[in-house]
């Protein structure tokens, strides 16, 4: 299994650009999950989907969109980058919702929004 | 307001060395606790979880601690080797399935 995986591994845009960041999974988890990490700060939850065709808000939702057409992919979207979205963002899966499951994490993309 | 508190934010300590990374938390109705290992420029790999129930888990030269009834946990890492160098997220979650994370406690081991 490949785990969690993420494109592009870095990233530049310049403000008011849009583009999607990538995450795919291939262990069949119901659950997955965005985040940003920024420094001095822990990991903080953008958008989540509990299985295909369903998604919610997390604590920072603002300025992202998600979508989730098949089990295995979860696309993140910035409609027009800001600079303080500059971060470094994790996707993440578990088998289902509840937080007894491990959750995998994908090996982050580096976002830099000028 | 549930918080999840890491001390010390960094350690630096020498090859071989043991040391306790600290955390505490006020998150209620509590689920349970997981700690995280995350190397620079990799996403968070779990290392331990403990439920309410449990006080010890070990995984290797790791040992993680829970205290439920002060909300404090602690991972301590024996014998300590140059790649043990990473950031350790303590992540908290909510009966709700709400999960908070730490800031992180950065740790340098020199050789």
């Known amino acids: 299994n490949a785990g969690v995986t993420q494109t592009p591994k870095f990233q530049v845009l310049k403000t008011g650009q849009s583009m999607t960041l990538q995450c795919a999974q291939d262990?069949?988890?119901?659950?997955m999950s965005w985040y940003r990490q920024d420094p001095g700060m822990g990991l903080r939850l953008i958008h989540y989907s509990v299985g295909a065709g369903i998604t919610d808000q997390g604590e920072v939702p603002n300025g992202y969109n998600v979508s989730r057409s098949t089990t295995e992919d979860f696309p993140l979207r910035l409609l027009s980058a800001a600079p303080s979205q500059t971060s470094v963002y994790f996707c993440a899966s578990r088998r289902r919702q509840e937080s007894s499951y491990e959750q995998y994490f994908g090996p982050g993309t580096r976002l830099t929004v000028t | 307001k549930n918080q999840v508190e890491q001390s010390p934010q960094s350690l630096i300590i020498l090859e071989g060395k043991n040391c306790t990374l600290q955390?505490?938390?006020?998150?209620?109705?509590?689920?349970?606790l997981r700690w995280y290992k995350q190397d620079t420029g990799r996403g968070p790999v779990s290392l331990t979880i403990m439920t309410f129930s449990e006080n010890t888990k070990s995984n290797g030269r790791y040992t993680a601690t829970l205290d439920a009834d002060t909300k404090q946990s602690s991972l301590h890492i024996t014998a300590s080797q140059l790649s043990d160098s990473a950031s350790y997220i303590c992540?908290?979650?909510?009966?709700?399935?709400?999960?908070?994370f730490g800031k992180g406690t950065r740790l340098h081991i020199l050789p």
């Open positions: 262990m069949n988890h119901e659950y």
């Open positions: 992540v908290v979650s909510a009966g709700d399935d709400k999960i908070i």
């Open positions: 955390c505490n938390y006020t998150v209620s109705p509590f689920s349970n």
